[in-house]
Structure formats: structure tokens, C-alpha cells
């Protein structure tokens, strides 16, 4: 296992909500991370962020990661879920909110 | 890129699909695709974009940056 690839592992399994996006939920640098973030935020989800481009390895070690190759990118519970289109398609279906549900703050 | 080869890589991995391209943005560069096969059958989420991302060959995340994608099997 790469540096890498340890790295990315250590944090999907330390956080339960991970979004790893170009910018910070303030200050997204891309309309998709920007989407995703707006997505969690509608869902209620206390989420950890990890911006990729203050990191060039984990930006290029992502994406084999998870076998996607772009950014945003959903984890929760340690697993990929999907990047921006399949979180407005799972929200939009009711299910990401469901996934969520258990880590919602109240 | 234009819409026209967006569609025609999709169509040469999944010769049933429905492929539906809108621009986003007048630039060719930013687009909807809106893809219906069914090979999607039986597939996650994650496992139908990336069907679609073979088919593209790479070229999501690189030269086809901001290609908004939706799937969905045939009704």
C-alpha cells in the first residue's frame, strides 16, 4: 500500500462523513465540490473536508482510491459513495439523507 | 470536445444507449449527459458512471472536466 493510499485509508475510516473537494466548504474552488458541499450542508451532515489542492498526492491517490477519477468525492462509514452527480441523484431519491440519517447533528 | 464525439465513445461501449447531451455552457467544453441502457441493469450507482467513464476512455477528469452525468436503465 502506497504512502498514499494509507494516508486516504486512515482518514475515510477516522471520520464517519468525508468529503474530499478542490476548496474548503467556504471557499469551494469548483462548481461540482461546490454542489457537494451544498448537498451535505442541505442534508444537516457534520462532515470533515479534505481540500486536494493543498495535497498533491492525496489529489492524484484518490482517485485510484476509489477507481473514479474525479473530485468531489463522497465517503461515509470508509466507503465511496460517489461524486457530485450520484449525491444529487441520491438526495434527489430520498436516499442520501436516509444514508446520512444516524450522523445528522440534531 | 464536442457533443457529437461525447455521444459516439458512449454509443461504441453501449450500443443500446440512449444518449441525451445538453451544453451547460456555450464553450464545448461543459456539458449534461444523460445516458439510458441496460447494461446498467443489476449495477450500483458508482458501477453505472463507470461504465460510462470507460467508455469515455480516460478522458473524465482530464480533458472532459465538467461533464455532468445521470443514468438510468430504459422504462
Known sequence: MSDANARISQ????????????????????????????????????FESVDVLQDMEVRQGIKAYSDW????????????????DIMMEMYEAGELQEMLADKVAK | MPAAEIEALIRAALPDAEVEIVPLVDDGDHYRAHVVSHAFAGKSRVQQHKLVYEALGGRMGGELHALQLTTALPN
Open chain 1, 69 to 84: 477519477p474525479t473530485i468531489p468525492q463522497l465517503y461515509v462509514k470508509g466507503e465511496f459513495v460517489g461524486g457530485s
Open chain 1, 11 to 46: 482518514i475515510v475510516n477516522e471520520h464517519d462523513i468525508v468529503l474530499f473537494m478542490k476548496g474548503t466548504p467556504l471557499f469551494p474552488q469548483c462548481g461540482f465540490s461546490s454542489k457537494a458541499v451544498a448537498i451535505l450542508e442541505h442534508c444537516g451532515a457534520d
